[in-house]
């Protein structure tokens, strides 16, 4: 019976979205403390490129696509869809070593602001928008959906989004079932 216990408690702790270093190590620049206002800056708000489970960059041209993931799902936590339209950017501002502010723009007219947290991790900055659901009792009759995101400079001067998601569960322990992914953009710098 304690065997069974420990397995539940192991299995609910280990139940997290994680990251893959490999679609983005050769495309970042690691960033250190010092580092962080080289962060600050005017970005698109939708992405030129994305990265394969490689790290290879591809060139995203259908606008439908670029609607979907444009910069502010990643950083909300939220369902957050603009029409394409190069007009928009986002700004990003250090308000100070833990804090970061985005702030989305279309024409020069402010239409939205995120404050968040970060922490510096491996080179990139983790944005404090984790978002974990608990569905039913997990693995026996549940599971768990969670992402989070993080956030570097590539070595063009873009902006990297990596996200990862995850969505798993199981019936007494036995049907287990779920997805899940790692996501890398690149956003273009404009200033």
């Not at 404090?128 to 070595?155: C, Q, V």
Request: aromatic fraction near 16%; proline fraction near 2%.
């Amino acid at each position: 019976m304690r065997l069974l216990i420990y397995l539940f408690v192991i299995l609910l702790m280990c139940s997290c979205a994680s990251f893959s270093d490999k679609m983005i190590r050769e495309n970042k620049t690691a960033l250190s403390e010092n580092d962080f206002s080289k962060l600050e800056g005017k970005y698109e708000l939708f992405p030129d490129l994305k990265y394969d489970e490689k790290g290879n960059p591809e060139i995203i041209d259908s606008q439908d696509y670029k609607t979907r993931n444009n910069l502010n799902y990643f950083v909300k936590s939220e369902k957050s869809t603009y029409d394409y339209d190069n007009s928009y950017f986002v700004e990003i501002k250090l308000l100070s070593q833990n804090r970061i502010k985005f702030i989305t723009q279309k024409n020069n007219i402010k239409i939205d602001s995120t404050e968040l947290g970060v922490e510096l991790k491996n080179g990139l900055f983790y944005l404090d928008n984790k978002y974990l659901k608990r569905n039913g009792i997990p693995y026996f009759a549940g599971g768990y959906n969670n992402h989070k995101t993080r956030i570097g400079l590539s070595k063009n001067n873009g902006l990297l989004v990596n996200y990862a998601y995850d969505n798993s569960g199981a019936i007494l322990f036995l049907f287990w079932a779920g997805s899940s992914y790692n996501l890398g953009y690149h956003y273009k710098r404009i200033e």
